[in-house]
């Protein structure tokens, strides 16, 4: 998988190029250590990782607050975390 990121950690949603035919799972619960996709370790924590297949080589804004109602894309719902106070320093929810 040759997805890579395109800006700084600091922003709550991930921006990704995706490949055509290419299934990513992205993780719900935050712990994933190759987040925002899922690990080993997401299905004993529970996880509702969500699948993704690209049909089309593009740029795509994962969510990273797990707020989203659009899994797994971000549809701007950290924004809300944020004015409502829930966002923590590190542009993390402080709850989960
Ligand atoms: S990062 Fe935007 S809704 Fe989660």
């Given at each position: 998988?040759?997805?890579?990121?395109?800006q700084?950690?600091?922003?709550?949603?991930?921006?990704?190029?995706?490949?055509?035919?290419t299934t990513y799972v992205?993780?719900s619960?935050?712990?994933?250590?190759?987040?925002?996709f899922?690990d080993?370790g997401c299905k004993?924590?529970?996880?509702?990782c969500?699948?993704y297949?690209a049909?089309?080589?593009?740029?795509?804004?994962f969510?990273?607050c797990g707020a989203?109602?659009?899994a797994?894309?971000c549809?701007?719902m950290?924004?809300?975390?944020r004015?409502?106070g829930?966002?923590?320093p590190?542009?993390?929810p402080l709850k989960?």
């Amino acid at each position: 998988m040759s997805t890579f990121k395109l800006q700084p950690p600091e922003k709550p949603y991930y921006l990704m190029v995706v490949e055509p035919g290419t299934t990513y799972v992205w993780c719900s619960c935050g712990k994933s250590a190759d987040f925002p996709f899922a690990d080993n370790g997401c299905k004993a924590r529970g996880c509702k990782c969500t699948e993704y297949t690209a049909t089309e080589a593009k740029e795509v804004f994962f969510c990273g607050c797990g707020a989203t109602k659009d899994a797994p894309h971000c549809d701007g719902m950290h924004k809300e975390l944020r004015v409502n106070g829930l966002m923590g320093p590190d542009n993390r929810p402080l709850k989960r």
